[in-house]
């Protein structure tokens, strides 16, 4: 591996200019976040990680999952979804399983957030209440499953996203 997550940790003013920012709010699951970081260096978007995490992000599965590309994932850490919320005012998309807006129907911008909670308890309800407006899911058939996995639903978001954006700086 040329370079190790903690070299890529910059501030939010150095991923202003990405063309979305993906927000995974307090995650657990090293391969998750590990994939999230992959999708973010093929497609340049930016990687934002909301504390408390449940790894480090020295971690060796996070690394293996993200295998070479870390050189090409920027990441802003946060010490919590408050001080996400004080330090970043771009416009925010609420990825949440129980939604009553499709992620295909979301007026997605470029700068847009895709706000992603943690995989056993999704995001606080006070947030959703409050974005009720502005809280997307993907469909999925009743009485399946409980959820998508989160690497799943944040590569099928961020694409549709990037899609309904004409994948700015992708070639």
Same mark, same amino acid.
């Given at each position: =591996?040329?370079?190790?997550?903690? $070299?890529?940790?910059?501030?939010?003013?150095?991923?202003?200019?990405?063309?979305?920012?993906?927000?995974?709010?307090?995650?657990?699951?090293?391969?998750?976040?590990?994939?999230?970081?992959?999708? /973010?260096?093929?497609?340049? /978007?930016?990687?934002?990680?909301?504390?408390?995490?449940?790894?480090?992000?020295?971690?060796?599965?996070?690394?293996?999952? $993200?295998?070479?590309?870390?050189?090409?994932?920027?990441?802003?850490?946060?010490? +919590?979804?408050?001080?996400?919320?004080?330090?970043?005012?771009?416009?925010?998309?609420?990825?949440?399983?129980?939604?009553?807006?499709?992620?295909?129907?979301?007026?997605?911008?470029?700068?847009?957030?895709?706000?992603?909670?943690?995989?056993?308890? $999704?995001?606080?309800?006070?947030?959703?209440?409050?974005?009720?407006?502005?809280?997307?899911?993907?469909? =999925?058939?009743?009485?399946?499953?409980?959820?998508?996995?989160?690497?799943?639903?944040? *590569?099928?978001?961020?694409?549709?996203?990037?899609?309904?954006? *004409?994948?700015? +700086?992708?070639?």
């Amino acid at each position: =591996m040329t370079s190790q997550p903690q $070299g890529r940790v910059v501030s939010h003013g150095d991923v202003v200019t990405a063309p979305l920012h993906i927000v995974l709010v307090e995650p657990l699951i090293p391969p998750n976040t590990g994939n999230v970081a992959r999708l /973010c260096a093929a497609t340049g /978007c930016a990687l934002h990680l909301v504390e408390p995490l449940g790894f480090s992000i020295d971690d060796r599965d996070l690394k293996r999952a $993200g295998l070479d590309y870390w050189e090409h994932v920027r990441i802003v850490v946060h010490d +919590s979804l408050d001080a996400y919320f004080a330090s970043v005012s771009s416009p925010r998309w609420f990825v949440e399983t129980h939604a009553r807006q499709r992620y295909d129907e979301a007026a997605y911008a470029l700068g847009d957030a895709l706000i992603f909670g943690t995989e056993t308890k $999704g995001l606080p309800s006070d947030v959703l209440a409050r974005e009720a407006d502005r809280v997307i899911g993907v469909p =999925m058939r009743a009485g399946t499953v409980r959820s998508l996995n989160l690497s799943t639903t944040v *590569g099928i978001v961020t694409y549709a996203a990037l899609a309904r954006l *004409g994948f700015p +700086s992708l070639g």
